[in-house]
């Protein structure tokens, strides 16, 4: 069988089929790679420094050579490694069952950082075991200047707006079980915005990673909006308002640009139901957490809220404490609204709320989504 180099289009196409791998070093790997790419190293961190430091200091051959001797002892550990990641995603079934004399060449997609020697190598022993290859033609370098070149896209975006305990996220959770296309900015940041928005959550990605993640949301979403077979309410791809930073990480310049000139609905839900909602996700943290990240934003709050919201927290009154908090974050997200942004009147929708309530609050939005 020969290995055939695809274009990243292509590439991407098959990776919603066939497993991808990633061949760069561990530490590459980790800082960012192509969402669901498996892990399959050539060499070690130390290892690639070693080998690359004798390309640019000696010549290609050596690094070659020395490239061999670490690859060599790894072959048959590698086509293991792939062998049990193929069984693990396809498990066994009467139609596929294969044993070690009837192997059946499943198909694997390579890449390393240009789509050089690193994938030429590994895409060379699978295909001589009898895997389908497919690489990467500009390896992951390629896939990154793809990433940058869906921010530059125009899209069909709304965004979902509202106050600070509106409940946002879960309108837009409630919005995408409708059939509606819901691209998560927190959900792929691990990260809800504001001083406590990392508690409970997954460290966050690195800002290469979450640009990859989101690059892959919008392309699909993109692709659903102008599909034929979608209904006209699918067209649109929903974001939440967010500042162009969300904890550690920031949406693209360009993206955010775009996104400040679309269309708001905004949730006008009261105060009361806001601030119950708040205490019930966020009382239930650690003392300690609470502290430190009204900390974080004591500055900006002001040295008298602070003391009294810090006092409310070691007192056990935490819906209190979250009252102060929540009348700064309001006035913040009042400010913010309209940063950035021309014609507020008219584009922000205002959506009258009774309460907290991602069913009853999304099907308001559905309702006027669907009867104009």
């Known amino acids: 069988m020969a290995i055939q180099r695809v274009s990243i289009t292509e590439f991407l196409d098959l990776a919603q089929k066939h497993p991808v791998l990633d061949v760069r070093s561990p530490g590459e790997y980790t800082h960012a790679h192509i969402p669901g790419a498996h892990s399959l190293p050539l060499f070690t961190d130390e290892e690639r420094k070693v080998v690359g430091t004798a390309y640019k200091q000696q010549s290609k051959q050596v690094a070659v050579k020395i490239g061999l001797k670490y690859f060599g002892v790894k072959m048959v550990e590698m086509v293991e490694t792939v062998e049990k990641l193929i069984k693990e995603l396809r498990p066994p079934t009467k139609d596929n069952i294969s044993t070690t004399h009837e192997f059946q060449s499943p198909t694997v997609l390579v890449?390393?950082?240009?789509?050089?020697?690193?994938?030429?190598?590994?895409?060379?022993?699978?295909?001589?075991?009898?895997?389908?290859?497919?690489?990467?033609?500009?390896?992951?370098?390629?896939?990154?200047?793809?990433?940058?070149?869906?921010?530059?896209?125009?899209?069909?975006?709304?965004?979902?707006?509202?106050?600070?305990?509106?409940?946002?996220?879960?309108?837009l959770k409630a919005l995408d079980k409708r059939g509606y296309t819901v691209i998560d900015l927190e959900g792929i940041a691990h990260h809800k915005g504001s001083a406590f928005g990392a508690m409970g959550l997954p460290a966050q990605p690195s800002q290469e990673?979450?640009?990859?993640?989101?690059?892959?949301?919008?392309?699909?979403?993109?692709?659903?909006?102008?599909?034929?077979?979608?209904?006209?309410?699918?067209?649109?791809?929903?974001?939440?308002?967010?500042?162009?930073?969300?904890?550690?990480v920031n949406i693209p310049a360009v993206l955010f640009k775009q996104m400040r000139k679309k269309k708001v609905y905004f949730l006008e839900i009261p105060f009361e139901s806001r601030l119950g909602y708040i205490n019930l996700h966020y009382g239930k943290f650690a003392k300690a957490e609470l502290v430190n990240a009204v900390i974080r934003i004591k500055k900006r709050l002001g040295g008298l809220e602070t003391k009294t919201a810090m006092n409310f927290l070691l007192e056990d009154d935490t819906k209190e404490a979250f009252r102060i908090l929540l009348q700064y974050y309001d006035k913040l997200y009042g400010k913010n609204l309209e940063n950035n942004r021309e014609n507020v009147d008219q584009i922000v929708t205002k959506i009258i709320c009774e309460e907290v309530n991602d069913i009853v609050n999304s099907e308001k939005i559905n309702s006027i989504i669907t009867n104009g």
């Not at 290859?133 to 965004?159: D, M, S």
Request: net charge negative; aromatic share 14%; proline share 1%.
């Open 111 to 171: 890449h390393c950082w240009r789509g050089g020697m690193r994938s030429a190598g590994v895409a060379w022993l699978l295909d001589l075991y009898g895997f389908k290859v497919y690489t990467l033609t500009g390896g992951y370098k390629g896939y990154r200047n793809w990433v940058l070149e869906q921010f530059e896209k125009e899209y069909p975006i709304h965004i979902m707006g509202g106050y600070t305990g509106s409940g946002k996220t879960e309108v």
């Open 209 to 248: 990673h979450f640009e990859n993640t989101l690059a892959g949301e919008l392309f699909r979403g993109q692709e659903k909006s102008l599909s034929e077979e979608s209904m006209d309410f699918q067209k649109t791809i929903w974001l939440e308002d967010e500042s162009q930073r969300i904890g550690a």
